[in-house]
T-cell receptor, first 114, second 115 residues
Framework: NAGVTQTPKFRILKIGQSMTLQCTQD?????MYWYRQDPGMGLKLIYY???????DKGEVPNGYNVSRSTTEDFPLRLELAAPSQTSVYFC?????????????FGSGTQLSVL | AQSVTQLDSHVSVSEGTPVLLRCNYS??????LFWYVQHPNKGLQLLLK??????LVKGINGFEAEFKKSETSFHLTKPSAHMSDAAEYFC?????????????FGQGTTLQVKP
């Protein structure tokens, strides 16, 4: 059982480049999330999805886009990378709301924008 | 507005001694609270959660936390630290009455365990 898989694990971008962080889960979870983790700041929710075809903004959505065409996949898109987007990104999923079920986290993607 | 504050950014203990990681929250509603642990180069793992049932919550690996409404606290404790407990710990509170995914994370506490 692979759980939540994120790719790539590491990436360096130049300012203005674009890229997609991939996230896939094999647990048939409806709920999926993208967080970013900055030193001393905890995790901030970027976007989340409660099912295929449904997405919504979290606390820090600016500069990012998401899509949810399938239950399994929840890619995060950076269109014009900026140094402020240097961070560690975590994808997570759960079968029900966070009160009813724990979040399963991926191992993270470390992104540097130079 | 809901928020969570971890009072210590770094805690250092000796192996076999008690662990106390402090967390205070502010919430307009009855909160739900969680503790997550993150080992180096790994994802986050749920330690325990409080969702308005028993105020003393037991989690994995011998950790427990007590919800104290009068003190707006949810401190994490363990009677005896183990080397494998060295990690980053996050206190988390739900956002907007538990709406899906909208968790508010604390800044994190790094736990160092010395032999």
């Amino acid at each position: 059982n692979a759980g939540v898989t994120q790719t790539p694990k590491f990436r360096i971008l130049k300012i203005g480049q674009s890229m997609t962080l991939q996230c896939t889960q094999d647990m048939n979870h409806n709920y999926m999330y993208w967080y970013r983790q900055d030193p001393g700041m905890g995790l901030k929710l970027i976007y989340y999805s409660v099912g295929a075809g449904i997405t919504d903004k979290g606390e820090v959505p600016n500069g990012y886009n998401v899509s949810r065409s399938t239950t399994e996949d929840f890619p995060l898109r950076l269109e014009l990378a900026a140094p402020s987007q240097t961070s560690v990104y975590f994808c997570a999923s759960s079968s029900r709301t966070v009160l009813e079920e724990k979040l399963f986290f991926g191992s993270g993607t470390q992104l540097s924008v130079l | 507005a809901q928020s969570v504050t971890q009072l210590d950014s770094h805690v250092s203990v000796s192996e076999g001694t008690p662990v106390l990681l402090r967390c205070n929250y502010s919430s307009s509603y009855s909160p739900s609270l969680f503790w997550y642990v993150q080992h180096p180069n790994k994802g986050l793992q749920l330690l325990l959660k409080y969702t308005s049932a028993a105020t003393l919550v037991k989690g994995i690996n011998g950790f427990e936390a007590e919800f104290k409404k009068s003190e707006t606290s949810f401190h994490l404790t363990k009677p005896s630290a183990h080397m494998s407990d060295a990690a980053e710990y996050f206190c988390v509170v739900t956002y907007s009455g538990g709406n899906t995914g909208k968790l508010i994370f604390g800044q994190g506490t790094t736990l160092q365990v010395k032999p």
